[in-house]
């Protein structure tokens, strides 16, 4: 839920221009409160660095899928390893982290 909130929130900040556009901006506002909530109450059973490194990491991933997707936005060869590396961080942090 919380992933869905956060992709949520960041593809409607873009879309609030700086919040000037009023629908958008109360979109945003209100995912990214419940984002917030939704990962507090994840906290209660994961560690918070684990929670939040996966969580920000995904939620990163899937970000930039939909930029690419609603706003063409097309990342260039050093984005991609970047985005490469955060997967790879992720994966280490979730299958390898917790020993």
């Known amino acids: 839920m919380q992933f869905f909130l956060g992709v949520t929130?960041?593809?409607?900040?873009?879309?609030?221009?700086?919040?000037?556009?009023?629908i958008p901006s109360i979109i945003t506002a209100i995912t990214i409160v419940l984002?917030?909530?939704?990962?507090?109450?994840?906290m209660k059973n994961i560690p918070m660095g684990i929670t939040y490194a996966s969580f920000a990491g995904l939620t990163i991933i899937a970000t930039v899928v939909v930029g690419i997707i609603r706003f063409n936005q097309v990342p260039n060869?050093?984005?991609?390893?970047?985005?490469?590396?955060?997967?790879?961080?992720?994966?280490?942090?979730?299958?390898?982290?917790?020993?």
Request: with cysteine; charged share 5%.
């Open 9 to 22: 929130s960041n593809s409607f900040a873009k879309s609030a221009e700086g919040f000037t556009l009023l």
């Open 35 to 42: 984002c917030m909530y939704a990962l507090s109450l994840v």
């Open 77 to 99: 060869l050093y984005s991609l390893i970047g985005l490469a590396f955060i997967i790879v961080g992720v994966l280490m942090v979730n299958l390898l982290g917790n020993n």
